[in-house]
C-alpha cells in the first residue's frame, strides 16, 4: 500500500490545487467529487426562485459535482448525485414532458437535498436549490426560457450538444439578494466553501469503521474505489473486490476487507491525486499510462521528451557545435531543478495498465530521492545525444537543428519502425530504465537502429531515413560510453582513423559528391550509388567500394568540367572540385591493409557517415553553396 500512501501525501501536498482552474488540462477533485459535462445551467435565487437558464457552451461545460460511491460508477440502477445532476433525476415534472416515469429518481434526489440541507454541513446554495427542487417544474421552467424545445407538450428529439435534450445533465449558479451584487451569478460548481461542506457532511455519514491498512488506524474505510483514473471513460479500478463467485480471495478469506481495507478519504485523495497527475504529466503507451511526479508538487524533467523539449524549449537557439559546449548548456539547464528540489525530495515512476476490462495493474513501481533522480536523468541526456535536423522552425518552413537527446519513443520507431504498437510500447518499456534508472542500453536496440540506417531505400521519405540516422547517432554515441567507456565528439574528427569511421566518412563524401552533381545537372532526387550500395558496403566495405567509385566516375568528371569553364565572376556557387578533394584526403587515410580486410564495419561507420554529411552544413567549409542548402531545405520542407 506504500502506492496509496505515496499519492495520498502527494495529495495533502497539494491541496492548494484543488479545482483551482475548471480550464486546466487536469483539475485536482476534492474528496467526493467528480467531474460532468453540463449541457444547461439554471440560475436560481437565494429564495429558491428560477430566475433565468442557458444552454452551456462545449467549452465552459466541464462542471465538479458532488457524488457519493454509488453514483460516482452507476450504470443503470438508482444512483442519484447529491446536488446536479440529469433531468430525469432533478425534474419533478419529467413525466410529463417525456412519458418516462421518474418518480423513484425524483425522490431519492431530493431526499439526498434534504439531508444534506437538515444537517449542520447545510448551507444557503443547498437550500436554495432543495426549495427550487421542490417546487417540481424544471422542465417547465427551461421551456419557457427557451433553453428546451417541446410539441404538443412533449420534449422533441433534438440535441444539445451532441446530447439528447431529455439526457441533458443540468448544474445551477445562485443569484445573491443583495442590490451591488445584482447579476452576479455565485457559480455552484465553483464554490469551495460549498466543495468542503459536501466533503465534510459525506464523509460523516461513512459508517463502516475498519483498520485502514495505510494509515494504520481504525476509519471509516471504502469498498468502491474510483474509477476514471486514466481517462473519462476508463472503468477499471486499481482496488477492487466484488467478483464474490470468481473465486477472488475465496479459500484465503472469508471477506473482501480481510484482504486489504482503505480508509475513504485516504482513497479519494489517493486516486484523486493519480488522477491529476496522470492528465497533467503522465504519456501513454498504447492501454499502458506512464506518469513521473515529486511528492511535495515541485516541478521536475519529464521523462518521455527529448532533450530539446523537456530541459532547453525555446532557449536552444545557439549553435552547439561540441560536446563540451552541450555539457555546459546541459548543466546550466538543469541548475534550476537541481535548486528546487529539496535535498529529501523523493521521485515516483509508476506505470498502469488495465489487465482486463475492470482491473488495472500497476506494471511497475519506482521511488527514489531527487538528487538519484537528476543524476541519472543527467547521465541520459549527457551520453545519448547526437545533432538532430528532424524539428520543424516553427512557422517558418524547413526543419531546425538541435542537439539532444532524442525521446523514448522516437528511438523505439528509430529501430524498429512504426506500425507495430505493441513493440513501440515494449520498446520504450525497456528504454525507461536507461533514463530513470542509468541502465546501459539494450544492445538489440541500438543494432535494430543501425540496421534500418543503414538501408536508406527503406524508407519512404527522405525526412525518415535522416532522422533514424541521427536518432541510431546518438544510440551508437551511447552504446560505446556505456560497454566500452568511449566518448566519441558529434563534430567531425579528421584526425580519427578508426578503419569504421574513415570508411563511414568516405561513404558521407561520395555521397555528397554525387548529389552536388546531379543537383546542378538537373537530377536532384535520384538516389546516388553510396544510398543504392549502403547495405553492401557495411558487410564488405572494400569490394562495394570499387562498385561505387565506379560509378562516381562520370560525376568526378562532370564537377571538374564544370569548374573549368566557370565564369570566374561566378561566386554564387564557388568551387565544385572541392568535394572532389575531399573525397580522396579521405581516402588516403585507409591504409591498403584495412582495404583488404574483409571484416564488416562496426556501427562506428554511421558516425564517421553522419559528421561527414554534416559538415557540409557550414557554409565556411564548401564554399558558400548556398543555393544547394537552401534546395535541401525545400525538399525536406516537402516530404
Given at each position: 500500500?506504500?502506492?496509496?500512501?505515496?499519492?495520498?501525501?502527494?495529495?495533502?501536498?497539494?491541496?492548494?490545487?484543488?479545482?483551482?482552474?475548471?480550464?486546466?488540462?487536469?483539475?485536482?477533485?476534492?474528496?467526493?467529487?467528480?467531474?460532468?459535462?453540463?449541457?444547461?445551467?439554471?440560475?436560481?435565487?437565494?429564495?429558491?426562485?428560477?430566475?433565468?437558464?442557458?444552454?452551456?457552451?462545449?467549452?465552459?461545460?466541464?462542471?465538479?459535482?458532488?457524488?457519493?460511491?454509488?453514483?460516482?460508477?452507476?450504470?443503470?440502477?438508482?444512483?442519484?448525485?447529491?446536488?446536479?445532476?440529469?433531468?430525469?433525476?432533478?425534474?419533478?415534472?419529467?413525466?410529463?414532458?417525456?412519458?418516462?416515469?421518474?418518480?423513484?429518481?425524483?425522490?431519492?434526489?431530493?431526499?439526498?437535498?434534504?439531508?444534506?440541507?437538515?444537517?449542520?454541513?447545510?448551507?444557503?446554495?443547498?437550500?436554495?436549490?432543495?426549495?427550487?427542487?421542490?417546487?417540481?417544474?424544471?422542465?417547465?421552467?427551461?421551456?419557457?426560457?427557451?433553453?428546451?424545445?417541446?410539441?404538443?407538450?412533449?420534449?422533441?428529439?433534438?440535441?444539445?450538444?451532441?446530447?439528447?435534450?431529455?439526457?441533458?445533465?443540468?448544474?445551477?449558479?445562485?443569484?445573491?439578494?443583495?442590490?451591488?451584487?445584482?447579476?452576479?451569478?455565485?457559480?455552484?460548481?465553483?464554490?469551495?466553501?460549498?466543495?468542503?461542506?459536501?466533503?465534510?457532511?459525506?464523509?460523516?455519514?461513512?459508517?463502516?469503521?475498519?483498520?485502514?491498512?495505510?494509515?494504520?488506524?481504525?476509519?471509516?474505510?471504502?469498498?468502491?474505489?474510483?474509477?476514471?483514473?486514466?481517462?473519462?471513460?476508463?472503468?477499471?479500478?486499481?482496488?477492487?473486490?466484488?467478483?464474490?463467485?470468481?473465486?477472488?480471495?475465496?479459500?484465503?478469506?472469508?471477506?473482501?476487507?480481510?484482504?486489504?481495507?482503505?480508509?475513504?478519504?485516504?482513497?479519494?485523495?489517493?486516486?484523486?491525486?493519480?488522477?491529476?497527475?496522470?492528465?497533467?504529466?503522465?504519456?501513454?503507451?498504447?492501454?499502458?499510462?506512464?506518469?513521473?511526479?515529486?511528492?511535495?508538487?515541485?516541478?521536475?524533467?519529464?521523462?518521455?521528451?527529448?532533450?530539446?523539449?523537456?530541459?532547453?524549449?525555446?532557449?536552444?537557439?545557439?549553435?552547439?557545435?561540441?560536446?563540451?559546449?552541450?555539457?555546459?548548456?546541459?548543466?546550466?539547464?538543469?541548475?534550476?531543478?537541481?535548486?528546487?528540489?529539496?535535498?529529501?525530495?523523493?521521485?515516483?515512476?509508476?506505470?498502469?495498465?488495465?489487465?482486463?476490462?475492470?482491473?488495472?495493474?500497476?506494471?511497475?513501481?519506482?521511488?527514489?530521492?531527487?538528487?538519484?533522480?537528476?543524476?541519472?536523468?543527467?547521465?541520459?541526456?549527457?551520453?545519448?545525444?547526437?545533432?538532430?535536423?528532424?524539428?520543424?522552425?516553427?512557422?517558418?518552413?524547413?526543419?531546425?537543428?538541435?542537439?539532444?537527446a532524442p525521446s523514448p519513443k522516437d528511438i523505439a520507431v528509430a529501430a524498429f519502425g512504426g506500425r507495430n504498437d505493441k513493440l513501440i510500447k515494449a520498446t520504450v518499456e525497456r528504454i525507461l530504465p536507461c533514463i530513470v534508472d542509468g541502465k546501459r542500453i539494450p544492445k538489440d536496440i541500438v543494432k535494430a537502429a543501425v540496421t534500418?540506417?543503414?538501408?536508406?531505400?527503406?524508407?519512404?521519405?527522405?525526412?525518415?531515413?535522416?532522422?533514424?540516422?541521427?536518432?541510431?547517432?546518438?544510440?551508437?554515441?551511447?552504446?560505446?560510453?556505456?560497454?566500452?567507456?568511449?566518448?566519441?565528439?558529434?563534430?567531425?574528427?579528421?584526425?580519427?582513423?578508426?578503419?569504421?569511421?574513415?570508411?563511414?566518412?568516405?561513404?558521407?563524401?561520395?555521397?555528397?559528391?554525387?548529389?552536388?552533381?546531379?543537383?546542378?545537372?538537373?537530377?536532384?532526387?535520384?538516389?546516388?550509388?553510396?544510398?543504392?550500395?549502403?547495405?553492401?558496403?557495411?558487410?564488405?566495405?572494400?569490394?562495394?567500394?570499387?562498385?561505387?567509385?565506379?560509378?562516381?566516375?562520370?560525376?568526378?568528371?562532370?564537377?571538374?568540367?564544370?569548374?573549368?569553364?566557370?565564369?570566374?565572376?561566378?561566386?554564387?556557387?564557388?568551387?565544385?572540385t572541392w568535394y572532389i578533394k575531399e573525397l580522396q584526403e579521405i581516402y588516403e587515410l585507409i591504409s591498403e591493409e584495412d582495404f583488404k580486410k574483409q571484416e564488416p564495419l562496426s556501427e562506428v561507420y554511421l558516425l564517421g557517415y553522419n559528421c561527414q554529411l554534416n559538415s557540409y552544413n557550414k557554409k565556411e567549409e564548401i564554399g558558400?553553396?548556398?543555393?544547394?542548402?537552401?534546395?535541401?531545405?525545400?525538399?525536406?520542407?516537402?516530404?
Open positions: 500500500m506504500s502506492w496509496v500512501n505515496d499519492l495520498y501525501i502527494t495529495y495533502e501536498n497539494n491541496e492548494d490545487e484543488v479545482a483551482k482552474d475548471l480550464s486546466a488540462k487536469a483539475i485536482l477533485l476534492p474528496v467526493a467529487h467528480s467531474t460532468q459535462n453540463a449541457q444547461i445551467e439554471i440560475v436560481v435565487s437565494e429564495e429558491g426562485e428560477f430566475v433565468r437558464a442557458h444552454r452551456v457552451d462545449k467549452g465552459d461545460a466541464i462542471t465538479i459535482i458532488p457524488v457519493t460511491e454509488d453514483s460516482a460508477s452507476r450504470g443503470n440502477g438508482n444512483n442519484p448525485h447529491y446536488l446536479e445532476d440529469k433531468l430525469e433525476y432533478i425534474a419533478g415534472d419529467y413525466e410529463k414532458y417525456t412519458g418516462t416515469n421518474n418518480t423513484d429518481k425524483y425522490c431519492k434526489y431530493l431526499s439526498f437535498l434534504h439531508k444534506w440541507n437538515n444537517s449542520e454541513y447545510g448551507c444557503m446554495p443547498v437550500s436554495a436549490i432543495t426549495n427550487y427542487i421542490e417546487k417540481a417544474s424544471v422542465i417547465n421552467d427551461l421551456v419557457q426560457a427557451k433553453v428546451l424545445e417541446e410539441v404538443d407538450g412533449k420534449l422533441t428529439d433534438n440535441k444539445i450538444e451532441g446530447i439528447a435534450q431529455k439526457e441533458a445533465f443540468v448544474r445551477f449558479s445562485i443569484q445573491p439578494a443583495s442590490a451591488e451584487k445584482l447579476g452576479q451569478e455565485e457559480a455552484v460548481y465553483k464554490n469551495k466553501e460549498l466543495f468542503k461542506a459536501f466533503t465534510k457532511y459525506y464523509v460523516s455519514q461513512q459508517g463502516d469503521i475498519d483498520l485502514c491498512y495505510v494509515s494504520g488506524k481504525m476509519i471509516p474505510c471504502s469498498t468502491k474505489h474510483p474509477s476514471k483514473i486514466r481517462h473519462s471513460g476508463d472503468k477499471s479500478k486499481l482496488i477492487s473486490a466484488n467478483d464474490t463467485a470468481g473465486y477472488t480471495y475465496r479459500g484465503r478469506f472469508s471477506e473482501s476487507s480481510q484482504v486489504a481495507s482503505v480508509g475513504y478519504e485516504i482513497s479519494q485523495k489517493a486516486h484523486n491525486a493519480l488522477r491529476w497527475l496522470i492528465g497533467k504529466q503522465g504519456f501513454s503507451l498504447g492501454e499502458m499510462v506512464v506518469v513521473a511526479w515529486e511528492i511535495s508538487g515541485k516541478k521536475i524533467v519529464s521523462i518521455k521528451d527529448d532533450t530539446d523539449d523537456c530541459l532547453f524549449g525555446d532557449e536552444n537557439e545557439e549553435v552547439i557545435t561540441t560536446n563540451d559546449m552541450y555539457a555546459q548548456k546541459l548543466r546550466l539547464a538543469a541548475s534550476g531543478y537541481k535548486q528546487d528540489l529539496a535535498t529529501n525530495a523523493e521521485i515516483v515512476i509508476m506505470g498502469l495498465e488495465a489487465a482486463t476490462t475492470g482491473r488495472l495493474s500497476i506494471s511497475f513501481y519506482k521511488k527514489m530521492m531527487g538528487s538519484t533522480f537528476m543524476h541519472n536523468i543527467l547521465h541520459w541526456h549527457g551520453t545519448c545525444f547526437w545533432r538532430h535536423y528532424y524539428k520543424k522552425k516553427g512557422e517558418e518552413k524547413g526543419y531546425r537543428c538541435f542537439v539532444g534500418r540506417a543503414s538501408n536508406p531505400n527503406g524508407f519512404e521519405t527522405g525526412y525518415d531515413y535522416k532522422k533514424t540516422v541521427s536518432i541510431a547517432c546518438a544510440l551508437v554515441r551511447k552504446s560505446r560510453e556505456d560497454y566500452k567507456g568511449e566518448e566519441w565528439e558529434m563534430a567531425l574528427d579528421r584526425t580519427n582513423t578508426d578503419r569504421s569511421y574513415v570508411y563511414g566518412r568516405l561513404l558521407g563524401a561520395a555521397q555528397k559528391l554525387e548529389e552536388i552533381a546531379l543537383f546542378y545537372s538537373g537530377e536532384k532526387g535520384r538516389s546516388t550509388a553510396a544510398e543504392r550500395f549502403s547495405q553492401q558496403f557495411v558487410r564488405r566495405p572494400g569490394k562495394t567500394w570499387k562498385i561505387i567509385n565506379d560509378q562516381l566516375r562520370p560525376y568526378i568528371a562532370k564537377l571538374k568540367a564544370m569548374d573549368k569553364n566557370k565564369d570566374e565572376n561566378d561566386v554564387k556557387t564557388g568551387s565544385k558558400g553553396h548556398d543555393s544547394m542548402e537552401e534546395s535541401n531545405e525545400e525538399e525536406k520542407g516537402n516530404e
